[in-house]
């Protein structure tokens, strides 16, 4: 499996890491719908990690977690950023075309995964 994909996604688990710290000292004053979408994309941050490493090890079951990991983390991405529900630096007038951006990134790395997983089966 090519290295790209299992760098990418402990960079992602990375920045949502620093998110989090910035998040922490006022989680107290956010909703708690709010306060259940950061829980959620600190549980994907977590699964992505694992994805890497399995992906990185060849390890049994690496397709399905870095599939659930991807697809999880796009479908949150649209509800914090493109619905504005979870507290962001970003831009309102550019929160489209990252959701669009990074859903790109998913399906050419969804796509990498499947075609790498059928290769090796």
Do not use: C, N
């Amino acid at each position: 499996m090519a290295t790209w994909l299992p760098a990418l996604l402990i960079v992602e688990a990375f920045v949502t890491a620093q998110t989090l710290a910035q998040l922490l000292p006022s989680l107290g004053v956010y909703p708690r719908p709010t306060q259940a979408l950061i829980a959620g994309r600190t549980l994907i941050a977590v699964i992505q990690v694992i994805a890497a490493m399995k992906l990185r090890r060849r390890a049994v079951g690496s397709t399905a977690v870095t599939l659930a990991a991807l697809v999880a983390s796009a479908a949150l991405r649209v509800v914090e950023i493109g619905w504005r529900l979870a507290p962001t630096s970003t831009d309102p007038t550019f929160r489209w075309w990252i959701v669009g951006g990074y859903s790109i990134y998913v399906v050419v790395a969804v796509a990498f995964v499947i075609r790498s997983h059928r290769r090796s089966a």
